[in-house]
Nanobody, 124 residues
Framework: QVQLVESGGGLVQAGGSLRLSCAAS????????KGWFRQAPGKEREFVAR????????HYTDSVKGRFTISRDNAENTVYLQMNSLKPEDTAVYYC?????????????????WGQGTQVTVSS
């Protein structure tokens, strides 16, 4: 298991930007693919974006394509989510998670545990 801590959330107006960070403990961060998820009030947790262990492959849910960018810095054991052109519907608690495979097992139900997450609130 790898322990991940999310940060960088906040309150922004529609059209604004935020950069979320997910810091990993230990020395094995680079061996895992990483992903971001979110859970809005009254809704189920959903997949947002993921990145392969080397950073050469990424995938996004359709609603954030062109606005969000996932990246990673293995030397710092950190994965980022740059969020631009934020919309009120992006309001949610954002979570980071990790697994050994990139191409399968990325539904929220495929993960056994979650951290505290970081709150993103976008006002209209």
């Amino acid at each position: 298991q790898v322990q991940l801590v999310e940060s960088g959330g906040g309150l922004v107006q529609a059209g604004g930007s935020l950069r979320l960070s997910c810091a990993a403990s230990g020395r094995t961060f680079s061996t895992y693919a990483k992903g971001w998820f979110r859970q809005a009030p009254g809704k189920e947790r959903e997949f947002v974006a993921r990145i392969s262990r080397t950073g050469d492959n990424t995938h996004y849910t359709d609603s954030v394509k062109g606005r969000f960018t996932i990246s990673r810095d293995n030397a710092e054991n950190t994965v980022y989510l740059q969020m631009n052109s934020l919309k009120p519907e992006d309001t949610a608690v954002y979570y980071c998670n990790a697994r050994a495979t990139y191409y399968s097992g990325w539904a929220p139900a495929d993960f056994g545990s979650w951290g505290q997450g970081t709150q993103v609130t976008v006002s209209s």
